[in-house]
């Protein structure tokens, strides 16, 4: 089993930024690849970028592309999420999840774990 916590959500103004966390726990990640994925109200969940923890080249949904970045830190076995020039769009809650392999899906229902989501709201 592996347990996410995501943290640093929040309300920001329209050209703002947030940084978001997502902590694991639990079964060693270090053969996940990890993802962030979001979800606004009466909407489906979207992919939002997705990282291996063996590393090589993230990938970015095209909303994310050029304001959005994901890094991770190992040691803490933490995956971030950056967001800069964030949009009213943006507002949704935000997702972290995990499932085992190399391989970056975009697909919600291929991951296995789940946080319990962080609520990004970008208003003026």
């Known amino acids: 089993q592996v347990q996410l916590v995501e943290t640093g959500g929040g309300l920001v103004q329209p050209g703002g930024s947030l940084r978001l966390s997502c902590a694991a726990s639990?079964?060693?990640?270090?053969?996940?690849?990890m993802g962030w994925f979001r979800q606004a109200p009466g909407k489906e969940r979207d992919f939002v970028v997705g990282?291996?923890?063996?590393?090589?080249?993230?990938y970015y949904a095209d909303s994310a592309k050029g304001r959005f970045t994901i890094s991770r830190d190992n040691a803490k076995n933490t995956v971030y999420l950056q967001m800069n020039s964030l949009k009213p769009e943006d507002t949704a809650v935000y997702y972290c999840a995990a499932r085992g392999g190399n391989y970056i899906y975009t697909t919600p229902s291929e991951y296995d774990y789940w946080g319990q989501g962080t609520q990004v709201t970008v208003s003026s």
């Open positions: 639990g079964r060693s990640t270090s053969s996940y690849t």
């Open positions: 990282i291996r923890w063996s590393g090589g080249s993230p």
